[in-house]
C-alpha cells in the first residue's frame, strides 16, 4: 500500500516505527564500529549502508523454504542370469548398465533407495543364485556410483546365510561405501537401537526397513537383533526414536505382501494403517515382485499418507511376463504451515530388459519401445514369447487403476 492511499494514523506510527527501527539500528551499527576499531560498516560492494541492510542487521536473513526429493526402485533380485550379465572377460563383475537408462533419476534425486534383496558376501563365499542367495559386491559399487544413498535390507532373504551372510553384507558396505544406510540389518544390538536418520536440504528424514518373514529360517536367538521384522517391532517406539534423532520426516519400508499379486493382501491392510498411526509419513513397499497400486491412507493429523503397495523387481532373472513391469516411486517434501511434509507423490512404470549381457537394463516404461521388447530375453522362455512394451503398458494401466495416466505412464497426487 503507497502512502498516499494509507490512512493518516497508520501512515503516522509507520513513521514512528520506522524512526524508531532507525534510532535502533543506529544504536546497533554505532556499538559495532566500536567493536571494530570504530571502522565505519559498509556493504561487500564497498558502499554506504542503506535502510534495507539496516532491517537486514535488525531482523536476520529470511529463511528459504526448504524441499527435497526421494524416489525408489524396487527388488535388487540377483538371480544367476542377473550377475551373468556383469561378467567380464577377466572375471571380474561390473553392473553399471543396469542403472544406465535412469542415470539422471538416481542421481539428481536428493535421496535414491533400492531394496536390496539379497546379501553381498561376494565371490569369495561363492555366489549363490535361488533359494540362498549370495551377491557379487560389484552391485553394491554400482548401486553406490549410481548415486544410491539407501539401500533398504530387511527382506525375506536376509537370513539366507544366516546371520554370517548379514556380517559380511555390512562389512562390505563399511568397508567400501560408509556412506550408505542400510536400515533393516544389524550385526550387534548396538546398530539395531541406532536410528538411520539422513539429512538432505535441511530436511532430516529417518528410515525403517522391515521384513514380514525370513522364509522360515528363525532369527538367531544369539542375534534377535539381526532382522527388524514387522511382527517384533514397536511401529510407535520407531516413529519416537527416529523423531527424537531429529526426523523430520519418517518412512517406512516393508517387505510384505503376497508375491505375484497385484493388490494388497489381508496383512498389508492391516499393517499400513498400524504404521500410519504410528506416525510414518509414507510408506513405500516390496516383495511381492509385481507392481501394486499407489494409494492414500489416512495418518495422524488429518494428513494424507502415500502407500506404494509394491514396487515389483527392479532387475531379476525371473521367467513370467509380469514380473518384468516394477516401479519407481518418488515423493516431494516441502514446508507447510512450519512443518515438513509430503507435498506430491507418483508412481511410474519402469521394464526390466533381460540379457546376458550389458544390454540388460532398466527402461522407463514410457520410453520403452516394441524393438526393445522383441530382444528382451523374457521372449525365451516358454509361454514369454509374445511379451511386448503393449502388453507393459496394458497391465499397468490395470493395475493402477483410474487416476494412472496411460499416456504418460504414470499415477500422481498431490498432498
Not at 511379451?387 to 504418460?408: E, H, I, N, T
Request: glycine share 8%; hydrophobic share 40%.
Amino acid at each position: 500500500m503507497s502512502d498516499q492511499r494509507m490512512d493518516p494514523l497508520m501512515r503516522g506510527a509507520r513513521s514512528v516505527a520506522l524512526s524508531r527501527r532507525v534510532a535502533l539500528a543506529a544504536t546497533l551499527v554505532g556499538a559495532s564500529s566500536l567493536l571494530a576499531g570504530c571502522k565505519r560498516p559498509h556493504l561487500e560492494t564497498g558502499g554506504p549502508m542503506g535502510l534495507a541492510d539496516l532491517a537486514t542487521v535488525l531482523d536476520g536473513p529470511a529463511t528459504a523454504p526448504v524441499s527435497a526429493t526421494l524416489m525408489m526402485v524396487g527388488d535388487m533380485l540377483i538371480h544367476q542370469g542377473v550377475w551373468v550379465s556383469g561378467q567380464r572377460s577377466d572375471g571380474t563383475y561390473n553392473f553399471d548398465h543396469f542403472f544406465a537408462q535412469l542415470a539422471d533419476e538416481f542421481s539428481q534425486a536428493d535421496i535414491a533407495v533400492v531394496n536390496q534383496e539379497t546379501i553381498l558376501g561376494g565371490t569369495e563365499r561363492g555366489l549363490e543364485s535361488f533359494p540362498y542367495f549370495n551377491s557379487p559386491q560389484e552391485l553394491g559399487d554400482a548401486e553406490a556410483k549410481a548415486g544410491v544413498d539407501v539401500a533398504v535390507s530387511a527382506t525375506n532373504h536376509a537370513l539366507d546365510h544366516g546371520f554370517d551372510g548379514i556380517c559380511w553384507t555390512l562389512d562390505y558396505w563399511r568397508s567400501r561405501h560408509p556412506e550408505m544406510a542400510v536400515p533393516g540389518i544389524a550385526d550387534s544390538q548396538e546398530v539395531a537401537d541406532a536410528p538411520h536418520v539422513i539429512e538432505r536440504n535441511g530436511i532430516k528424514f529417518g528410515l525403517l526397513s522391515y521384513a514380514e518373514h525370513t522364509n522360515s529360517i528363525p532369527i538367531p536367538d544369539n542375534a534377535p537383533f539381526c532382522v527388524k521384522t514387522l511382527k517384533r517391532s514397536d511401529f510407535g517406539a520407531d516413529v519416537a526414536a527416529a523423531r527424537e534423532a531429529g526426523a523430520d520426516i519418517v518412512i517406512a519400508f516393508p517387505h510384505w505382501g503376497t508375491e505375484y499379486v497385484y493388490a494388497p493382501d489381508s496383512d498389508q491392510l492391516r499393517w499400513a494403517p498400524m504404521l500410519a498411526e504410528a506416525g510414518v509419513d509414507a510408506i513405500i513397499g516390496t516383495h511381492p515382485h509385481v507392481i501394486e497400486p499407489l494409494e492414500l491412507i489416512d495418518g495422524l493429523e488429518g494428513r494424507r499418507v502415500p502407500v506404494f503397495w509394491s514396487l515389483g523387481n527392479f532387475v531379476s532373472w525371473q521367467i513370467e511376463k509380469p514380473r518384468m513391469l516394477g516401479g519407481m516411486a518418488k515423493m516431494q517434501f516441502g514446508t507447510v504451515d512450519g512443518e515438513v511434509r509430503v507435498t506430491s507423490c507418483s508412481l511410474e512404470p519402469v521394464v526390466t530388459h533381460k540379457a546376458l549381457d550389458p544390454s540388460m537394463t532398466v527402461y522407463r516404461l514410457a520410453d520403452y519401445t516394441e524393438e526393445l521388447a522383441a530382444a528382451n530375453y523374457v521372449r525365451q522362455h516358454a509361454g514369454c514369447g509374445d511379451f511386448s512394451a503393449q502388453y507393459c503398458r496394458d497391465l499397468a494401466a490395470r493395475v493402477l487403476g483410474p487416476d494412472y495416466d496411460p499416456d504418460a505412464c504414470i499415477v500422481s497426487y498431490e498432498l
